[in-house]
């Protein structure tokens, strides 16, 4: 069954410290991967994607995650956090084979970061 | 361009009522799908459609229907609503499916 994991409900991290969410996925083949973010009483955000190419993407807001695909992980990754980034980030994927837009989302990881 | 907008933002129904949820997707969009959102499932796909047909259902019971229009604005329908489904009801567009998805505000709802 196609899955995605976000092993880390909560990631606290001080501002101006690199930041990583973790997220790790099984769907067979060549998935489509994307993270969002989401801030209180607000729809999500797209942040990035990998579709293919560079396994390494760059996003929104001077994110990026790196594509692994032996160890099937997507990790967000930041060099210097800020406050403002404290918010609820999701990891999703899609299977291409699949006909329609169905976006598997993980359970979501809190990022904290403090001054 | 203006986003993904949903309305209403905040309904209360009562068990046993329907409620109808609208979403305009971005301009220009023809893929249209649906969200529930809730403290203990998390993040669950409802359906999608795109050119009015619907091309992928979640694993949601009937009472859960919805619609795509000409114009690519889509409507979700929750039929004799029950306590558990209270959630926030997400509505998202592409412009094809290999795209990322926008995201809307969400409608929130709430059975009493």
């Known amino acids: 069954a196609q899955s995605v994991a976000q092993p880390e409900d909560q990631v606290n991290v001080a501002e101006g410290n690199p930041l990583t969410v973790k997220c790790t996925y099984s769907?067979?083949?060549?998935?489509?991967l994307f993270w969002y973010v989401q801030y209180p009483n607000r729809g999500l955000q797209f942040l990035l994607k990998?579709?293919?190419?560079?396994?390494l993407v760059k996003g929104s807001y001077g994110f990026e995650a790196e594509f692994n695909k032996s160890q099937t992980s997507f990790h967000l990754k930041k060099p210097s956090a800020l406050v403002s980034d404290s918010a609820l980030y999701f990891c999703?994927?899609?299977?291409?084979?699949?006909?329609?837009?169905?976006?598997?989302f993980g359970q979501g990881t809190e990022l904290s970061v403090k001054p | 361009k203006a986003g993904v907008t949903q309305t209403p933002r905040y309904l209360i129904k009562t068990r046993g009522q329907q409620v109808t949820l609208s979403c305009s997707p971005i301009?220009?969009?023809?893929?249209v799908s649906w969200y529930q959102q809730t403290p203990g499932q998390g993040l669950q796909f409802l359906f999608e459609?795109?050119?009015?047909?619907?091309?992928n259902k979640g694993n949601f019971p009937g009472r859960f229907s919805g619609r795509q229009f000409s114009n690519s604005r889509s409507e979700m329908n929750v039929s004799t609503l029950e306590l558990g489904d209270s959630a926030l009801y997400l509505c998202?567009?592409?412009?094809?499916?290999?795209?990322?998805?926008?995201f809307g505000p969400g409608t929130r709802l709430t059975v009493t």
């Open positions: 769907v067979s083949g060549n998935p489509y």
């Open positions: 990998y579709i293919t190419g560079d396994n």
């Open positions: 301009s220009g969009h023809r893929s």
């Open positions: 998202a567009s592409s412009y094809w499916t290999e795209y990322e998805q926008y």
């Open positions: 999703a994927v899609r299977d291409p084979r699949d006909q329609g837009g169905k976006l598997i």
């Open positions: 459609y795109f050119s009015e047909t619907q091309r």
